[in-house]
């Protein structure tokens, strides 16, 4: 995290200022290139092709179904039970992203 300090003297006449804003979070500039979705019984986890991570499954009781680390790319995991939804979430470095999915 980066302070800034200000510092302000009475005897300046000006009375404005002007205050910059950075963006943060610059990381989640990676997590915003991860797309996932899924399809004829598989989830489908699109990274970067320089990602290094993993990539959980849950059920919707919280129960890790599936893991794999991530490939550059597009990952496929078969899912073995259709009707039902899952909990992708994808971890790289800092970064997490998670996402529901439902397999038909």
Known sequence: MVH???DYANANEVRNFKLHFEAVGIGDIEASNINIWSGAQNIFVDVPETANGHIFVYNLMGQEVASTPINGGVNTIPMDKANAYYVVKV???NNAITSK???Q
């Open 91 to 93: 971890v790289t470095g």
């Open 4 to 6: 800034t300090t200000f």
């Open 101 to 103: 999915v439902y397999i």
